[in-house]
T-cell receptor, first 111, second 112 residues
């Protein structure tokens, strides 16, 4: 099993550009989440999904969209990148609200 | 807002010593988890303790939970340089639309 994979590993964007961060898991987990990690802020939940076709907002959803068309994939879309979205983004999956399996992260720099 | 808050923010100890980290939270929980993050990597699950449990062990890790004080502690015994990492607590609050909420983390440095 590959576990949770994230692509790309690193991305540089210009303000106003859009992009999609990919996340995939091969563990058949229903629960998937996106977090951002900023220095001194810990992990903050952006969006999460409790199953295919179901998504909900977390603590910091503004500027991000998600969809969950399959159990395996949970992409995060930045509609119009802003410097405040410079961060490290982590995707996680789990069978429920217990042990979360994290991907390796995507480092995003918005200029 | 973040549910869990770890204390201290940073901890530096000598190899072989014990490291104790604390986490406090605000609302009732179903369970509390501890994670480790090595520099530049994703988080790794260490241990989960449920709200009806008071203490749990896993190898050199010991976790306690006091629901009356809304706090938990993580003890790492006989620390090693490889334990150098950031440690996070995460809580799963009771109620509808429950989500997992992470604290800001504790940076542990173990000096060889």
């Amino acid at each position: 099993n590959a576990g949770v994979t994230q692509t790309p590993k690193f991305q540089v964007l210009k303000t106003g550009q859009s992009m999609t961060l990919q996340c995939a898991q091969d563990m058949n987990h229903e629960y998937m989440s996106w977090y951002r990690q900023d220095p001194g802020m810990g992990l903050r939940l952006i969006h999460y999904s409790v199953g295919a076709g179901i998504t909900d907002q977390g603590e910091v959803p503004n500027g991000y969209n998600v969809s969950r068309s399959t159990t395996e994939d949970f992409p995060l879309r930045l509609l119009s990148a802003a410097p405040s979205q410079t961060s490290v983004y982590f995707c996680a999956s789990s069978p429920g609200l217990e042990t979360q399996y994290f991907g390796p992260g995507t480092r995003l720099l918005v200029l | 807002s973040q549910q869990g808050e770890e204390d201290p923010q940073a901890l530096s100890i000598q190899e072989g010593e014990n490291a104790t980290m604390n986490c406090s939270y605000k609302t009732s929980i179903n369970n509390l988890q501890w994670y480790r993050q090595n520099s530049g990597r994703g988080l790794v699950h260490l241990i989960l303790i449920r709200s009806n449990e008071r203490e749990k062990h896993s190898g050199r890790l010991r976790v306690t939970l006091d629901t009356s004080k809304k706090s938990s502690s993580l003890l790492i015994t006989a620390s090693r340089a490889a334990d150098t990492a950031s440690y996070f607590c995460a809580t799963d609050s009771t109620g509808a639309n429950s989500k997992l909420t992470f604290g800001k983390g504790i940076t542990l440095s173990v000096r060889p």
